[in-house]
T-cell receptor, first 114, second 115 residues
């Protein structure tokens, strides 16, 4: 069964600092990987995705993530945090593009301090 | 802009009531999903549907049923609401035909309180 582990349920950074949110997955076949962001009292919004090709993917709002097969990781980064980045972030994996069912991590709440 | 619309943002129901949560998407997506989200438990899949009139149980289907009579609409039904079904409910859809993306589009959520 596929699974996703997000290390750290809460991450706090200062405004302007590097953001690093960790995600590891379990897989014996190539995965499709996603990061979603959820602002308070809203649904989830797709931030970026890895399907095939370039392992460094760029998303909205200056975020990027790198697929590292050898480490089974897909960590999310942003060079400089902004107050508006405060939200909950979810990593997700899907192994069968036609089955449609993703498995989500438990989420990481990002706090940005002024 | 493409959308997934959930009929209610906030809902308060009494224990034992039959509750309908409606979700409509305008993207002609084949797949639709219902999740519930609780603090510390992440997103848990209740039911999903591959296509019209097709449905499959997710991880926590007990106490719920679903209906998908039309492609754009996926309804979640709480047969007899209980207080442990108080939660945020999220609907999502996904296309199987888009070669560039397989991510979900989510609705804004329905926060259901059962009293």
């Amino acid at each position: 069964a596929q699974s996703v582990t997000q290390l750290g349920s809460h991450v706090s950074v200062s405004e302007g600092a590097l953001v690093l949110l960790r995600c590891n997955y379990s897989s014996s076949v190539p995965p499709y990987l996603f990061w979603y962001v959820q602002y308070p009292n809203q649904g989830l919004q797709l931030l970026l995705k890895y399907t095939t090709g370039a392992t460094l993917v760029k998303g909205i709002n200056g975020f990027e993530a790198e697929f590292k097969k050898s480490e089974t990781s897909f960590h999310l980064t942003k060079p400089s945090a902004h107050m508006s980045d405060a939200a909950e972030y979810f990593c997700a994996v899907n192994y069968n593009t036609n089955a449609g069912k993703s498995t989500f991590g438990d989420g990481t709440t990002l706090t940005v301090k002024p | 802009d493409v959308k997934v619309t959930q009929s209610s943002r906030y809902l308060v129901k009494r224990t034992g009531e039959k509750v309908f949560l409606e979700c409509v998407q305008d993207m002609d997506h084949e797949n639709m999903f219902w999740y519930r989200q609780d603090p510390g438990l992440g997103l848990r899949l209740i039911y999903f549907s591959y296509d019209v009139k097709m449905k499959e149980k997710g991880d926590i289907p007990e106490g719920y049923s679903v209906s998908r009579e039309k492609k754009e609409r996926f309804s979640l039904i709480l047969e007899s609401a209980s207080t442990n079904q108080t939660s945020m409910y999220l609907c999502a859809s996904r296309s199987t035909g888009n070669p560039k993306g397989y991510g979900y589009t989510f609705g804004s959520g329905t926060r259901l309180t059962v009293v």
